[in-house]
């Protein structure tokens, strides 16, 4: 089955930096990558998801990119704010939405910490 | 903005006892899924389900465990005989059709005593 590692494990940025988180996966069949947030306590929420027909998508300060030879993909925030605090899960499944016959292989998280 | 729902949202239960979590996806969804989250660790797939039948399992959705989808709108998960082990976060999840997005629900934390 699919194997998602990402790193690091936990990464502080000061306030107004860039963050990047980095995932790879095993399954070349795979081509779905979401990446969630989860705050503390609560459920994951989608932040931004890819398909590999896409090697780049940004949304505001958000962008993630792909590269399906090497199979990984990364997570990009710009000018971090203090809300950016959480764990960020990147994933994958071969699947659109992690539907149909296999659902989403999650990585072990990132918790990302924003230094005032 | 429409929401998977999820009750109870704490399940406290005896070892060998039997839990039902349940899960209202959203109304128009098709694929519904139940993922747990042991605490501090990573989001693990436990089943998907579409078309009144299970899809897909994980090596961790043994025998112990079973999903329902008993009337249009309920979504259960069942832990027959439930172990120390079985402690976790769960979240029912669902999506539509094609490249619909995966929405999450808030989760039932189960205790297991």
């Known amino acids: 089955g699919e194997n998602v590692e990402q790193h690091p494990s936990t990464l502080s940025v000061q306030e107004g930096d860039s963050a990047v988180i980095k995932c790879t996966y095993s399954d070349s069949a795979s081509n779905y990558f979401p990446w969630y947030k989860q705050e503390l306590g609560k459920r994951p929420q989608l932040i931004i998801d890819i398909r590999s027909n896409v090697g780049e998508k940004k949304d505001q300060r958000i962008a993630v990119t792909l590269n399906k030879t090497a199979k990984h993909f990364s997570l990009h925030i710009t000018e971090t704010q203090p809300e950016d605090s959480a764990v960020y899960f990147c994933a994958a499944s071969w699947g659109y939405s992690g539907g149909g016959a296999d659902g989403l292989t999650f990585g072990k998280g990132t918790h990302l910490i924003i230094q005032p | 903005e429409p929401e998977v729902t999820q009750t109870p949202s704490h399940q406290v239960t005896q070892m060998g006892q039997e839990v039902i979590l349940r899960c209202v996806p959203i109304s128009n969804h098709l694929y519904f899924y139940w993922y747990r989250q042991i605490l501090g660790q990573k989001v693990e797939f436990l089943v998907s389900?579409?078309?009144?039948?299970?899809?897909?399992k994980s090596e961790i959705f043994d025998d112990q465990f079973s999903v329902e989808r008993p009337d249009g709108s309920n979504f259960t998960l069942k832990i027959r005989s439930t172990k120390l082990e079985d402690s976790a976060m769960y979240f029912c999840?669902?999506?539509?059709?094609?490249?619909?997005?995966?929405?999450f629900g808030s989760g039932t934390q189960l205790s297991v005593l």
């Open positions: 999840a669902s999506s539509g059709t094609g490249q619909e997005k995966l929405f």
């Open positions: 389900f579409y078309n009144n039948e299970i899809s897909e």
